[in-house]
């Protein structure tokens, strides 16, 4: 059977699925984790029981594909009366279920074929990713991390133009009324007057002029891409993501370059990522900026605009290896 670690109303798991079942391969579909009743580890093999009744066979598994989603604590951490020994058992519980979970991924990784795992995919370091890029021949925009305005100061001095974004991931908070996500923006003169003396680390980064945005889809040494035309609208100049939904970025298919195609395969490679959506800017100096990776990132987005039906690549992948 094909395995797939997914959350909960990801349409892109749905449409994978929908092609599996075409091809009347056998899967099971897990959404984030479930309760594990009991798990063991015997024989070189890993089988797992959940509150839900279903069971795990790793033998039965023969390709994996984790798209989002992550493992939750192995076990319940039980509570005394004494709050410190609470606090130290639940630091060293947590130390165990770590251990044991990568333990688990580890197995899965180095015995199944998989696109993806839950433990490079969601530990991703965009700095140590973009530093890894620049060592594979990739162009990347020059920025500092710092906690001194003095610092931004000279950095804006030297680029002109500025941005800052996080150093991990966005901040998105909201509720059914409200939604406040945190984008990439600029830093000016303006805003550097208001900024205290010292802050918590931030990153500022040289701001790029751009002719065009670049969205990639990384499959397996396979690369569909599509250019985003954001820069002919203000609203979408410094991030496109903070869409125009009255007049939406114009977007087309697009082909990179062989040897950027080269450099990222590299970088693919380097990471451990077999799938991914990268994001490039083509500058106005006509040079490929690599910005990040993403190795659960929407490619819907790239799909359909561009008819590359990635849905359906995906599952011949997984079928390719569900058969061999």
């Known amino acids: 059977m094909v395995l797939i670690n997914s959350i909960d109303r990801d349409v892109s798991t749905d449409h994978v699925i929908k092609w599996l079942l075409k091809y ?27 509150g839900d009744g279903r069971k795990l066979d790793f033998n039965e ?46 197995h899965l990784k180095e015995n199944i074929p998989c696109i993806g795992d839950s433990s490079s995919c969601t530990n991703v370091n965009k700095n140590i990713v973009l530093l890894t890029a620049g060592k594979c021949g990739l162009n990347i925009p020059e920025f500092i991390i710092t906690t001194q305005s003095d610092t931004v100061k000279i950095f804006l001095q030297k ?43 931030t990153l500022f980064q040289s701001y790029i002029e751009k002719k065009i945005e670049i969205r990639t889809f990384y499959l397996e040494g396979s690369f569909y891409s599509m250019a985003i035309f954001s820069q002919n609208d203000s609203q979408t100049q410094t991030d496109f993501r903070v ?43 006509n040079k490929f900026y690599f910005l990040e990776v993403n190795p659960i990132g929407q490619f819907g987005m790239v799909s359909y605009p561009c008819n590359y039906n990635l849905e359906e690549k995906i599952a011949a992948s997984l079928v390719k290896k569900y058969n061999a």
Do not use: C
């Not at 996500?181 to 918590?200: A, C, D, G, H, R």
């Open 24 to 50: 009347n391969v056998k899967f099971k579909r897990f959404n984030n984790i479930i309760e594990i009743k009991k798990i063991e580890y015997v024989d070189n093999t890993f089988i797992v029981e959940f």
């Open 61 to 106: 598994i023969k390709a994996y594909w984790y798209r989002r989603g992550n493992y939750s604590d192995i076990w319940e951490v039980p509570k005394s009366e004494n709050s410190e020994f609470n606090k130290t058992y639940l630091a060293y519980a947590q130390g165990e279920n770590k251990s044991f979970g990568d333990f688990f991924i580890h």
């Open 159 to 201: 680029h002109k133009k500025v941005i800052t974004k996080p150093i991990h991931s966005s901040f998105i908070f909201g509720s059914d009324d409200y939604w406040l996500p945190t984008y990439t923006e600029e830093v000016n003169e303006n805003i550097l007057k208001n900024m205290p003396q010292s802050f918590k680390p």
């Open 243 to 285: 869409y125009n939904d009255d007049k939406p970025n114009r977007t087309v298919p697009f082909k990179l370059p062989e040897q950027i195609e080269i450099n990222l395969h590299k970088l693919m490679k380097e990471l451990r990522f077999e799938s991914g959506s990268i994001d490039l800017i083509y500058s106005t100096d």
